[in-house]
C-alpha cells in the first residue's frame, strides 16, 4: 500500500483521514456484530432453559398447578382456534381493500385519506386493538371474552398488515398483463380476477403467513379483552373462554419458582417452532414466485 | 341483455370492494369512538388536570390517587433507554451494509436481523428477566430484580431492526452520483457517508426513528413482564416502574367489573397512548413521503 505519495509532508493528515474511515467501517461491523449476538444469545438462552423440559407430555397436558405435571394443549388448541378464525375475517376483507386501493382506486382524496389511515392503523399498539376489542365485542356486542371476540380483536390487529402486503404483491404483476386483458375486451373485474389476482397468488399468501404469524404472537390485546390465563379444559366452540400460547407462556413467566420459568421457555421453543415453520414455508414460496417472474 | 347484467355485476363488485377498504376507516372510527365514550365518562368523576399532572398513581389501593405522570415517566424511561441502543447501533448497522459491507453480507445479515422484529415481545420478556437483568446485576450495583434498564435494553434490541432496515432503505435510495460527487472531490467513503449520503437520506432515517420511538412507546410484554409493576416517578433505571401499557394488562389480570372508575382508568391511559402514538407515525409518514417526493 506504500506509494509515492506515503512520504509527502501531508502524511499525518492523510492517515488521519483514512483512520476515520476504518473506525466507522469498525464501528458499523461492531454494532451490527452486537445485534447478530444478542439473537444468538436469546435463541441460546430459550434452548438451554426449555429444551430439556420440552416432551411429548407437556404438548398433549393440560395447565397444572404443579409446574411438573403442566402442559400446553389447552393453550395451543386456543391459538388455532383464534388464529384460524382471525385469518377468516381479516384475509377477505384485506384482499378486498388492497384490491380496492390498488385496482380500482384513483388519486383522489378518498383514497389517499384511507391510505394514510391504513399506515396509521399498522403502527397503532397492539394493546390498543385491545382496548377496542374490550369495548366494542367483548361488552357492546356481548361476545364476552370469547374465542370470537379473541378473533375479531386479532383480525382487526392483523387487517393494515395484510392489505399492506396484499398490495404490494398486486403491485409486481406487470401492466402488460392487465392490458392485454383489457385488449381482449376483458371488464375490470374479469382482469383481476382471471388475470392479476392468479398471477399474484404466491405473494399474496406470503404476506398472509407472515401477517398471521405475526397473530400468532400477539398476547397483550387478548389479555386486554379478558382472555383466561388459566384453562383446564379445550375451548369447544366459539363462545368458549379461551387462553392462547403466548397468554400461558406469560403466566409461568410471571410466578417466582425457578420449575415455571422452565415451562415458559419450553413454551417458547414451541412458539418459535411454530413460527419458523409458518416463515419457512412463507419464503420458500416467496423464492418460487420470485424465479416465475424473472 | 348480457352486457347489462355484467355491468350491474360490474358496479357491485366494485362497490364490495370499496366497502372493504373503508372497514379501515371504520377501524380507526371504532378505537377513537370507544376510548373517547370510556374516557370521557373518566374525566366526569376525575378532573382533567389532576389526572395530567398529577404525581401518584394509586387507582386500584383503598386511597385513590390519579395522576397519570409516573406511568408517562415509566414510558418516557424504558423508551428513551430502548432508543439510546436502537438509534446508534441501528443506524450505524445501516451504514455498514449501505456504504461498506459487500452484497453477499447484505443479503445475509438483513433477512437475520429482521428475524430480530419478528419474534413474539413475550419472548423478549422472558429474554429481558431470566437472562439479561441477572447479567446486568452483575454490572450495575443495586439493580433491582424489576427495573427500567433491562426492558429498556431488550426493547432497544426489539426496534434495531426496525431502524437499520428502514434507514439502510433510505441510504440505499440516495441516488450514487451523489456519492461519486463526493469520491471525486477526494473524500474518503467515512466523509462520503457522514457528510453527504446520510444528510441526503435525512428525512428518510428521522421517520424511521420516529416509527421506532412510537413502537417502543407502545411495547407492552416486555415491560410488562421485567419492568414491575410498580408507577413511580423516577430517573433512576435501576428500579422497578410500570408503563402505561403495563398499567392495562395489570387491571385486565384482575377481575375489575365493567364501569367502575378503575375499569375506565385503562381507557383513559389507552386515549393517552393512542393519541401520542398517532402523533408520532402521522410525523413519520409525513417524513417518509416527503423523502420519496425528493429522490422519487
Given amino acids: 500500500m506504500t506509494s509515492l505519495t506515503d512520504t509527502v509532508p501531508a502524511l499525518p493528515q492523510r492517515t488521519l483521514r483514512y483512520v476515520g474511515d476504518r473506525l466507522l467501517a469498525a464501528f458499523g461491523l461492531l454494532a451490527m456484530v ?77 383514497s389517499r385519506i384511507i391510505e394514510i389511515n391504513i399506515a396509521n392503523l399498522a403502527g397503532v399498539p397492539s394493546i390498543i386493538y385491545g382496548l377496542l376489542g374490550l369495548g366494542l365485542f367483548v361488552r357492546m356486542m356481548g361476545m364476552g371474552p370469547s374465542v370470537l371476540a379473541g378473533a375479531c380483536t386479532l383480525g382487526l390487529l392483523v387487517l393494515p398488515v395484510v392489505i399492506i402486503s396484499t398490495r404490494e404483491a398486486l403491485r409486481a404483476v406487470p401492466k402488460s398483463l392487465r392490458e392485454a386483458s383489457y385488449a381482449l375486451g376483458a371488464t375490470k373485474w374479469q382482469t383481476t380476477w382471471h388475470q392479476v389476482l392468479p398471477a399474484a397468488f404466491p405473494g399474496i399468501l406470503t404476506g398472509l403467513i407472515l401477517a398471521v404469524s405475526r397473530a400468532v404472537g400477539e398476547t397483550a390485546p387478548l389479555i386486554t379483552i379478558g382472555a383466561l390465563t388459566y384453562i383446564p379444559f379445550v375451548p369447544s366452540d366459539i363462545f368458549s373462554p379461551f387462553t392462547v400460547l403466548p397468554i400461558q407462556i406469560f403466566n409461568w413467566v410471571s410466578r417466582p419458582q425457578a420449575a415455571f420459568a422452565e415451562n415458559a421457555a419450553a413454551g417458547i421453543v414451541v412458539l418459535l417452532g411454530l413460527l419458523l415453520m409458518m416463515n419457512a414455508v412463507a419464503i420458500v414460496l416467496r423464492d418460487r414466485f420470485q424465479k416465475r417472474l424473472s | 341483455m348480457r352486457f347489462r347484467v355484467r355491468r350491474l355485476a360490474e358496479f357491485v363488485i366494485e362497490r364490495m370492494l370499496f366497502l372493504c377498504a373503508a372497514a379501515s376507516i371504520l377501524v380507526t372510527l371504532g378505537i377513537v369512538l370507544v376510548l373517547l365514550f370510556e374516557t370521557a365518562a373518566f374525566l366526569r368523576e376525575v378532573p382533567i388536570g389532576e389526572f395530567l399532572f398529577g404525581t401518584v398513581w394509586t387507582p386500584l389501593f383503598s386511597e385513590k390517587h390519579f395522576g397519570v405522570l409516573p406511568l408517562i415517566g415509566g414510558t418516557l424511561l424504558t423508551s428513551a433507554i430502548a432508543m439510546a441502543v436502537a438509534l446508534p447501533a441501528g443506524l ?34 422472558y429474554f429481558a428477566l431470566q437472562f ?35 434507514s439502510e432503505d433510505a441510504l440505499h435510495s440516495v441516488p450514487n452520483g451523489l456519492r461519486e460527487g463526493a469520491y471525486a472531490l477526494g473524500a474518503t467513503r467515512m466523509q462520503t457517508a457522514l457528510r453527504v449520503v446520510v444528510p441526503a437520506a435525512f428525512s428518510g432515517i428521522s421517520a424511521a426513528s420516529i416509527l421506532a420511538m412510537s413502537r417502543a412507546v407502545g411495547e407492552t410484554m416486555i415491560v410488562a413482564i421485567a419492568a414491575g409493576q410498580q408507577p413511580r416517578l423516577t430517573l433512576d433505571p435501576r428500579v422497578p416502574v410500570e408503563t402505561m401499557t403495563a398499567y392495562i394488562v395489570q387491571v385486565s389480570l384482575g377481575d375489575t367489573p365493567a364501569g367502575t372508575l378503575e375499569y375506565r382508568t385503562i381507557f383513559a391511559v389507552g386515549m393517552l397512548l393512542f393519541l401520542s402514538t398517532f402523533s408520532l407515525n402521522l410525523m413519520s409518514i409525513w417524513l417518509r413521503n416527503r423523502f420519496r417526493e425528493e429522490y422519487a
Fill in chain 1, 34 to 110: 452486537l445485534a447478530l449476538v444478542s439473537l444468538a444469545a436469546l435463541i441460546y438462552d430459550i434452548l438451554h432453559d426449555g429444551v430439556p423440559r420440552l416432551s411429548w407430555e407437556f404438548v398433549t397436558s393440560i395447565p397444572s398447578r404443579r409446574a411438573e405435571d403442566a402442559g400446553i394443549l389447552t393453550a395451543l388448541v386456543g391459538s388455532v382456534y383464534v388464529i384460524a378464525l382471525s385469518a377468516l375475517i381479516a384475509i377477505p376483507v384485506g384482499i378486498g381493500a388492497a384490491v380496492h386501493l390498488e385496482e380500482y382506486g384513483g388519486r383522489g382524496r378518498l
Fill in chain 2, 92 to 125: 450505524l448497522t445501516a451504514i455498514y451494509l449501505s456504504e461498506y459491507a459487500i452484497a453477499p453480507v447484505r443479503r445475509v445479515v438483513r433477512p437475520v436481523l429482521e428475524v430480530l422484529a419478528g419474534v413474539p415481545t413475550v419472548v423478549y420478556g
Fill in chain 2, 132 to 166: 439479561v437483568t441477572p447479567l446486568l446485576q452483575g454490572i450495575v450495583p443495586g439493580l433491582a430484580g424489576f427495573n427500567a434498564l433491562s426492558p429498556g435494553i431488550v426493547m432497544g434490541i426489539m426496534i434495531l431492526p426496525l431502524v437499520s432496515s428502514l
